[in-house]
């Protein structure tokens, strides 16, 4: 199982909703990233755990809040977001922050109205 | 800072050679990788090189890096409409930093 994946696939909310987005890989990877990634742009980094422990955060709005609950799973809890937040959101995951190779879920394409 | 610059659009014919190239800053990179999207998709890694080495080839894949230059290179041979994506050159140093993409088109 080479999978990381991702759901919802599609996410709609209103600015006053709170979501949650979730990552799950069961390759035994202790390294899960997130990722936000607008239209035509590059993915850019959000958070990354190690271990399960947060060890990076890209200075990201507390609106967006990471949990890592064990080293399978990965979620990304959303509270009063912006339409400039919507976005495909993808997760990731690799064996140890070194490790040559990251896998990429198909992401969670967030709409905010 | 580290940046990681690529050129925006190639277009090629079905059964060419596709050259995408890429320039990076940070000199301390370890990993040079070339990941691929497909429309509505995550990213995939194609391939990797090591910062010590000049070539790598992986059947119609072959990267090129000039460490020199910071320059690295991406080349599919016999080019099929199934490569048509945008393709990411990316670095890793202290964390990964990816290019805007190059989107391939494939005319057949």
């Known amino acids: 199982d080479t999978e990381v994946t991702q759901t919802p696939k599609h996410l709609v909310m209103g600015m006053t909703n709170k979501k949650s987005l979730k990552c799950e890989q069961h390759?035994?990877?202790?390294?899960m990233y997130w990722y936000k990634q607008k239209a035509k742009k590059p993915p850019e980094l959000m958070f990354v755990?190690?271990?399960?422990?947060?060890?990076i955060n890209e200075s990201v709005p507390s609106r967006f809040s990471p949990e890592c609950p064990n080293s399978s799973l990965l979620n990304l809890h959303l509270h009063a977001l912006q339409p400039e937040d919507s976005a495909l959101y993808l997760c990731?995951?690799?064996?140890?922050?070194?490790?040559?190779?990251?896998?990429f879920g198909q992401g969670t394409r967030l709409t905010v109205v | 800072g580290e940046d990681v610059e690529q050129s925006l659009f190639l277009s090629v014919r079905e059964g060419d050679s596709s050259v995408i190239n890429c320039t990076y800053t940070?000199?301390?990179?370890?990993?040079l990788y070339w990941y691929k999207q497909e429309p509505g998709a995550g990213l995939r890694l194609l391939t990797y090189?090591?910062?010590?080495?000049d070539m790598k080839q992986d059947q119609r894949l072959t990267v090129l890096l000039n460490k020199k230059d910071k320059h690295l290179s991406l080349r599919i041979a016999d080019t099929q409409t199934g490569d048509s994506a945008i393709y990411f050159c990316?670095?890793?140093?202290?964390?990964?930093?990816f290019g805007a993409g190059t989107r391939l088109f494939v005319k057949a």
């Open positions: 990731a995951s690799s064996q140890g922050r070194e490790d040559t190779e990251a896998f």
């Open positions: 755990y190690s271990y399960e422990k947060l060890s």
């Open positions: 090189i090591f910062s010590n080495m």
């Open positions: 390759m035994g990877h202790r390294a």
């Open positions: 940070d000199s301390s990179s370890t990993y």
């Open positions: 990316a670095e890793k140093g202290f964390k990964t930093i």
